[in-house]
Structure formats: structure tokens, C-alpha cells
């Protein structure tokens, strides 16, 4: 067995299932992007039959991330793009449409193999569950040569059956065997076992790579994918900050930290470069607004917060006293002053292509600008600003209405007012006010007034970016439309009212909050008038059936 | 070895030492008869010797919560109050200061056993550590009946000399020996390994009840406790929400409910009623400003949320399919219209009385009166809501400054303008406009003008309370004093700059951050002001040097 751990990230597939997290197309090439740098061995980019919208995704990534840059040498390999799709022919074709134009693409299928799913939600026998995964992997591994196949709820299967599953699914071709604690109900020591069982029992297993993938019902999503890989496992999946429905997938940041920090101890590696972790989980933060609890292992903003703001007193000569990783390796830096007012667009663009960004000329000169609109009115503009502005500039999703001018008046005498003025997707500008419970009620009110699509605010949550009264807010907010499309959820395979994410960022924390109010509705219009969604949501209610 | 295990809270202890998590006195009791109601075992209720401020904290609760509710039996015991102490005679005679008036009080000690300690903070060798520990414990041992002694770093220290050290605390009269993860860098193995070692080779430890204490730096804080309690621990020290220094300490919420959603194969019970788990933590979260993330194990906003808005399409009959806890378990409750406008103060009162609530005629006047302000401007008020104003208006610290009146402009016109009118402690009303980068930053300014209370601004976030546009905003806010007070931390005997959190909530998110800004400028003030502190810090400083 080697001593390689491969990292793949489902952030974009199993992550982006969690409530509110929803990706624009952009948004999700710029996160596939950032985990190619960290390193990650494969990159779930989604699951492609869920609509023509997240095929077109998947491919986009494949074709964009999952080719070696033009001019380079075939040594730095593109990350493999994997593609979800339950077992049957419609997602596996659509998968590998999504998949295919990768330089190494993967297949993941996947049937539930746990009692309690076979008989709920499946309604098949052990017999038809083992023929339905020999056909599919075989169906697959004829597409591609990478395949993947999970046991379903493997945490709560029968360990004898889901040998033979296995045993069968080798057979008929599958190279990676991933087994998923899907309602994150086991612990250690459990879940150790069964990947040993499954090592010792499984015929031919010895030829494929094992893989582990948790959730973080009870805490101990971390801790089950180690038992895993100490018990054999060369695969885990993971996602950024742990995000993922209910409690979360496991943790990349903490995998990857563990291995690294006890190293001596697992004998492991991987091929992450550790120096990114801090500014992909604060990409996929902001992208989601999902934000990170500043008690969060690696990536919380505490985690490392004893290094500031510590008095020295002479006592604390070794700094390894109360510290196990310093914070240079996961990527946190104290430089925090990095532009000013009088930096130009060289600087400018110099740092944002240090910090990985790859931007157009065209997107480089809107970024500039706010930048520059920024900087005069904040002293310094650190790392973290730009990321926020570089999010609020760029990666926004097409902008149907756009804000033309907003004025608000509140305060303590009550009657908050605001007035909002909008330019259509007709070009036309107009102009509505409207009172409210605050300012940002009676903002979004009069949004409402103005472009007629109804729906639920779920959340709303404003942070600072940086340190300083002067600071450059950041609003995230999650709508959910009244009448609006739903989404099909791979695994539970039924439909979900879909969620809308949008972020804005100002030094105005009410025009950020408006501006993060029409990304998100902006969003939700785009996606109910695409009429093929519709039509393919049928299709697959009809495929269930069968 | 019986089969309970004692949940031992250092929320306002260990928790308390995040940055930011200041809480005034009239918080920590509220946090310490909640977790009186929920049911633990041993309140660590802070660090005595720190200062007068602390230990008249921990002698309230000790006086409030650890004494039986007068006409009541004995049958209802409170929670043990416990009280931390370096190993010297200072720190135990303050810490029995504080404790002695609970009906159960414990003295828990500690000294450093890893050689990095000993070498570097320490400069004690062994001898002098084993005798140091012999003494004090032996000491404390005198005054109280139960005292618990921790290795400080167990986790990286020989386990050969723990035994020894362990085995001298016993002799001299320690009752409980806890064993500390303190920088959260064992492996579960690792860790059941070292108590299974200190089970067979300690003597005297069969008389002694074991404890672990794990931090999360890896994520392997829950996993680690319980592989302590599987080698023979029975008692868990954690926090609400798993807040503490860094990544924090093991969550109570994740530990208690491994144990309780895998009962049969732990076969190990708490004492914990944990359907008030998810109120704790949002009382804990309110109070200190530290959010919980929406992937938090168990009481994170979406550890529920597949429960809601699922489009129940026959599929799904049996909840168990994606489900290991029911959220009714850990209080979710989805009867969330509660009081409306023309609720009545008696219906109030029982909401209150229900949610654990024991206010004062005057206290109830207080959130009766911004009660009906909310229910005017919402349709519906929640628990949540109420909570909130609660927390708002009722455990505020002492108001020097009161705001007055506040008026807003703002808007994409730029110059954001802010009017505060405040009222002084001399009672003089004063008011100041001031225009800034955003209206928050302009209202902080006219605030600093008016209150000469200089600061930096660490932290600034905003959620709405609830669903809908016209959720009720809340704002916490963490700042630091430029010349102010510094506070001791007991492990690393060092001072660190002290930090003050503010709460404020309000429908309008301008008023509510003014709200914020003001609670944790009135707390820095009061705490600066208070001479007693000074000279025990000094005290402090001269007692480390012997």
C-alpha cells in the first residue's frame, strides 16, 4: 500500500448541497480553480443530471481546469473532474457529457446498500441492488476508465453484504471504491473497522483505491476519515470548511492539517500545498455565505488569534509552548498592510495575481476602479479587502437590474426610508421609496416594488472584513423563491424549493446589503426563466418512477 | 467503574478565555443557571485569582446556583461550583474564597508536566514538579473535600512521569485527576491509549474519578473525550458550542449526544436534559458574540435543516432514512409563532417562564415594553426574538452612556452623516454629527466624540434573528482599549490585552450596531475605572515571581 493520501473535494458537488449555498457557473470555475492550486487530486465538480444548468457547469470546469494550461509540460497534471450520478444510464451518460472533455475524467456512481435505505427509499432486494450496481459500473467503466462506485449509507449496511456489493462492483470495473458513513452515525473506532474488514474481505480490492467519505452528524467526521486511512484508505472526501448538508462533509483543512502536524506518526502525505488553505476557505465563504465560526479548527479566526495581540512578558520563549502548527503553514500572514490610495493598477494587479487571481483586462479595470473608490476612503486596503472586492466585481452573476442610486434616512425617530433607484434589463431607470422596520427592510421593499419576484429572506448576515471602524462590510443573504424552481437532490432523489446566495460589499453596510439583495435576486430570476431547467426536472421525476 | 458520566462546563472558565468572550457578571450567572437546567454535573466557574471582578463571579454562583432554591428538597441537587487555581496558596485561598458558599465546591488545581512547560514556562525539573503538585494539592485538599488536580499538557507528557506525578496527587488527597489535551495534539488512539495506561498503571486511581479535557486544534476534540471515556474516564470537561482559546474546546453538545444517539454501544448516561441544548447555545452565543457556524454539529442552523421545506414527495416515509436524531432531541422546535401584537404581559410572562426565564418585576417591565415596541413592526415575534431582546435589554452592563436619539443618512451618494445624542453619567445631554466611510463608521465616530474612549474595533458582525425582511437584527461587536486593562490568563501567567463584547439588537441594523458599540464601550469603561483590579493585577504580577 503507498503512503499517498489522495484529497478529493466535493465542495462543489456534496458541499454545495448545504442550504444557501448555491454557486453561480462563475463562482464555481473560480473555486474549482483555487482548489487546482491547493493541490487536490480530484475535484467532485457536480452532479451533472440534476439540470442542463449544472451539466454546462461541470463541463466548463472540465474543459477550463481539467486540461493542462496551453504551452505547459504534460508534468504538472490537471486535477482529475469527477461527475455524480445515481445508477442509471440518463445520469451516467449526462455525467460523462460533463466529464468527458477532462484530461482525466472520473465517473462516480453510486446505490444506497443500508436496510433502511434499500427498503424506504430504493425498494429493492439485496439481488436487484448487487445486478443494478454490476450493470452501472460496467455501463460506466465502457464510458471511462476511471470509475468510482459507492455503497450508499455503507456506515449502516451490513458488513457481509456490502462485500459482496464491492466484490461485484470490482468486478465489473470500478477503480475506486468510496465508503460513505452518509448520516455520520459511526465513530472511530467503528468506522476503522469496517474499512479493515472491507481490506481483508473484498476480493480484488487489493487492486483499487479505497476511499473514505464522512459527515459531521456528531463531531466526528475528522476523526472517522484518520480511523479510515490508518485502516487502509488512500482516498479522502472532503469539502472546504467542512461545509455540507445538516452538520457537514468532513473538513479538508483538518484532514490534511492532521496528516501534516502528526506526521511522523501516520507516515502519510498528500499533495495539498497547505500555504492556500486559508484563502480558498475564505473564497468558498464568501462564494456560499456560509461563514466559518472563529472557533473552527485551521481556518477559524481564532484558531491562531494567541499569536496577536500577546504581551510578551518574557515567559513565552518557545513558541511551540502552546502552539502545534505555526500559522505561516495554513496560510494566515500578519503583512496585513499591503495597497494604499496612491498604489496604481501595476501594484494593483501584481498582488492579485500573487494572491491567484486570474483576471481579464476588462474585469481587471471594474476591480480597479473600486479599488481605487475604496482606497480613498479607507487608510489601507489589505489582502482580505481585495478578496471581498475582487468577489463583489467580478463574480457577479448577470445583472439584470442593476443599482442606479439608493438613499436612506433612519435612526431612532422610527419611519426608516429608502430610496432605490434601478436600471432594468430594458435600460429603463426607475425609482421607487418605500418605509420599513430599518433601513434594510425598507430597501429591500422597495426593490421588491420595483422588480416583481416574490420571495422569502432566510438569511442575512453582515460581517467586517478587516480590522477598524472604517472597515469594508461584507453582506451575504439567502432568498428562496415563492414560486419559484426547485432543485433535485442526488441522493434523498426529490426536489428541494432551490435557495439563492448573493454577496455584495461596500463601506456602507446598507449598499452593501442592497447590492447583496439584487445579486441574489438576480440570480433567482435567471434561473426561473430557463424554461430547459423545467422541462429536464420532468424528465428525471419520469426516470425515478422506473 | 460505574456507568455515568459527569459533564464537568468550563464555558466560563476555559470558554471564557476566546478572545472576546468577555462576559460581565450578570451573564455569567445567567450562562451558570442555564447550565444548572440543562443538567451538568460541575460548573467550572472561573479563575478566582484573575481578579476581585472574577472571583465576586464565581462567589455568586457559587452562592445563586450551587445552593438548593430555599424550600426545596434535598433531592434536587445543584452542580458542583468549581473554581481554578494555579498551583500556589494565592490562587487556592481566592478559589476557595469564591466556592465555599456552594453546598458542593470544588478546588481544581494544575502544574505543567510536558518538558517543553517544565523547561520553558515552568523552570521546574521534575522533582520540583512532583513536589509542588504534593504540596499544593495537600493544601487544598486541607480547605475542601473534592479536589480536582490536572497535568497541564498531559497530552504531550511522558506518560511514565504522569504516573508518578498522578500517583503523589492522589496521596495527597486529589479526588478527581484530569487529564488536558491542553494544545489538542493527540489522535483518539493516542489519547485512549494514555488514560488506559494511567488506569493499569497509576496507583491509588482506582478510588479517583478520571476527567479529560481536549482542545479541537485538529478537530479531534469530541473524538478524542471519547475515546478517554471508553478507556475508563468518567468525566468530560467541554464547553457550549465548543468555544474556548484558539479552535476551542470539546463541545458539550457533541460529546452528550455521541453518548446519547449510540447509547448501545457506548452503554455509558449523562446527566443532561438535552432538549435544552440548543437554548444554551444560543444564550452562550448571544452573550459572548461568538457565532455558531450552520454546519456546527447539533446546534448549527442547518444541523436541523433538512427537516424544513423538504417537498414531501412519498419517497421519504421513514425520517430515519437521513436522520440519526430526532431535532425535538436537542429542543428545535419548529412551533415558531409564538406572541403577536396583542399578546398580553401575562402571556409574556409564562413564554418567558417556559424558556427558563426568571426575571425581575422591573426586568419584565424592561423586555414587556421593547417587547411591544417589536411586536408594532413585526408580524410575529419568536422565541428567537425574544431571546434576543431578552439578552438586549435586560443583562446590559451598567450604562454610563445611554443613547439618546440617532439619526442616519446614507446612501451611494456618499458622505454617510450620523447624529448621536447621548446622555452622560452626570446625566448631561450631548450630542455630535459626525460623517465617516459608512453610517456605522460615522455613528461610531459622533460616539467617540462624545465618549473620549479610545479603541480599536476587532470585530464587527450582524444576523437577522429570524426569517423575513423584517427580522430583527442583531449586532455583536468585540472591541480592545487602546490604554486599558489587561487580564491574566492563568496557564500562560501572562497578561493579555482585554477585550470587550457588546450585544444590541433592533429592528434597524444602525441602531442596533450604535446599541452594540455603546454596551461594550460602557463595559470597557467600568472596567477601567475599577481600582481594585489594578492593584491585583500587580498583586498577581509579584506573586509569579516566587
Known sequence: MDNYVRIFDTTLRDGEQSPGATMTSAEKLEVARALARLGVDIIEAGFPAASPDDLEAVRRIAIEVGTPPRGETLTARPPIICGLARASKNDIDKAWEAV??????????????SEI???????????????????????????????????????RSEPEFLYVVLREAIKAGATTLNIPDTVGYTTPD???????????????????????????????????????IRAGARQAEVTINGIGERAGNTALEEVVMSLHTRR???????????????RVSKL???????????????????????EAGIHQDGMLKHNQTYEI??????????????????????????????MGYALSEDELDKAFARFKNVADKKKVVTD????????????????????????????TMGMPTATVRLRGPDGDVRTQAAVGTGPVDAAYKAIDGLVQAPNTLLEFAVHAVTEGIDALGEVTVRIQGRNGKHTLDAQKEMEQPRTFGGHGADTDIIVA????????????????SSASETENAAEVGVMLVC
Chains 1, 2 share one sequence.
Do not use: W
Open 325 to 354: 502548527m505555526r500559522p505561516e503553514t495554513v496560510g494566515v500572514t500578519h503583512s496585513r498592510l499591503v495597497l494604499g490610495k496612491h498604489s496604481g493598477r501595476h501594484a494593483f494587479k501584481t498582488r492579485l495575481s500573487e
Open 117 to 155: 435505505h434499500m427498503q424506504y427509499k430504493l425498494k429493492l432486494d439485496r439481488e436487484q441492488v448487487v445486478d443494478r450496481v454490476a450493470e452501472m459500473v460496467a455501463y460506466a467503466r465502457r464510458l471511462c476508465e476511471d470509475v468510482e462506485f459507492s455503497p450508499e449509507d455503507a456506515g
Open 384 to 411: 482580505a479587502d481585495l478578496e471581498a472586492l475582487v468577489a463583489d466585481e467580478v463574480y457577479q452573476p448577470r445583472e439584470l437590474y442593476a443599482l442606479d442610486g439608493l438613499q436612506v434616512v433612519c435612526g
Open 264 to 278: 511522523p506518526m501516520f507516515n502519510l502525505t498528500t499533495g495539498i500545498d497547505t500555504t492556500h488553505l486559508m
Open 190 to 228: 467503528e468506522f476503522g473497522a469496517l474499512i479493515a474488514g472491507i481490506v481483508k474481505n473484498t476480493p480484488g480490492i487489493e487492486n483499487c483505491i479505497i476511499s473514505v467519505h464522512c459527515h459531521d452528524d456528531l463531531g466526528l467526521a475528522t476523526a472517522n476519515t484518520l480511523a479510515g
Open 513 to 528: 446589503s442592497v447590492k447583496a439583495y439584487l445579486a441574489a435576486v438576480n440570480k433567482m430570476i435567471v434561473a426561473n
Open 100 to 113: 468527458r472533455h477532462a484530461a482525466r475524467p472520473r465517473l462516480h456512481t453510486f446505490l444506497a446498500t
Open 284 to 306: 468558498v465563504s464568501n462564494y456560499t455565505g456560509i461563514p466559518v465560526q472563529p472557533n473552527k479548527a485551521i481556518v477559524g479566526a481564532n484558531a491562531f488569534a494567541h
